[in-house]
């Protein structure tokens, strides 16, 4: 079975400052890795996502996140983030060529101040 | 190209009762999948259907049901609703499988009393 620990349930920020959410999997299998962000009273919109590859994936946001086999894990981070990036983000996992399943984290409240 | 749409948005229902909720899949996706998202539990899997088949189901009890029509549109059924049914039901859709992306409708907010 999978499971994803996302370290943080609250991540509070100051405007233009730089953030990393921490996100830990386990899974005896290959998977795919994925970062949703959903936003109030709205469901989950997808991120970002690590299928193969670079390691480093980015998303139109100046989001990226770095996907580390030998640490089972795959941060997110924003060199500067902006107000707009007040959401909870979600870090994910699906079994390569397994059940169309996503495990999902309990999720980062990233809030941010101005 | 339209999203994933989810009717209603918001239900409010009696201990006891049954309640329908309905998935409108993107054009051209065939593979739907619903969530439960609650503060306590997170996100948690229901099932998965695939032309019209149920391909994969989550460990939830036999009160939540589900189907998908020819056309691809999902429905997902919990009869007998208890109190900690209260969630948000989320459905996505995705193409057939793999590699590609679930994406997610707005969701609908159930409230049992």
């Known amino acids: 079975a999978q499971s994803v620990t996302q370290l943080d349930s609250q991540v509070p920020v100051f405007e233009e400052a730089p953030v990393e959410l921490r996100c830990n999997y386990s899974?005896?299998?290959?998977?795919?890795l994925f970062w949703y962000v959903q936003y109030p009273n709205q469901g989950l919109q997808l991120l970002l996502k690590?299928?193969?590859?670079?390691?480093l994936v980015e998303s139109i946001n100046g989001f990226e996140a770095e996907f580390n086999k030998s640490q089972t894990s795959f941060h997110l981070r924003k060199p500067s983030v902006h107000i707009s990036d007040t959401a909870e983000y979600f870090c994910?996992?699906?079994?390569?060529?397994?059940?169309?399943?996503?495990?999902f984290g309990q999720g980062t409240r990233l809030t941010i101040n101005p | 190209k339209a999203g994933v749409t989810q009717t209603p948005r918001y239900l409010i229902k009696t201990r006891g009762q049954q309640v329908t909720l309905s998935c409108s899949p993107i054009?051209?996706?065939?593979?739907v999948s619903w969530y439960q998202q609650t503060p306590g539990q997170g996100l948690q899997f229901l099932f998965e259907?695939?032309?019209?088949?149920?391909?994969n189901k989550g460990n939830f009890p036999g009160r939540f049901s589900g189907r998908q029509f020819s056309n691809s549109r999902s429905e997902m059924n919990v009869s007998t609703l208890e109190l900690g049914d209260s969630a948000l039901y989320l459905c996505?859709?995705?193409?057939?499988?793999?590699?590609?992306?679930?994406?997610f409708g707005n969701g609908t907010r159930l409230t049992v009393t």
């Open positions: 996505a859709s995705s193409l057939q499988a793999d590699r590609n992306p679930l994406h």
């Open positions: 899974s005896s299998v290959s998977v795919y």
């Open positions: 690590y299928l193969s590859g670079s390691t």
């Open positions: 994910a996992v699906r079994v390569i060529q397994g059940a169309q399943k996503l495990v």
């Open positions: 054009s051209g996706h065939r593979s």
């Open positions: 259907y695939f032309s019209e088949t149920q391909r």
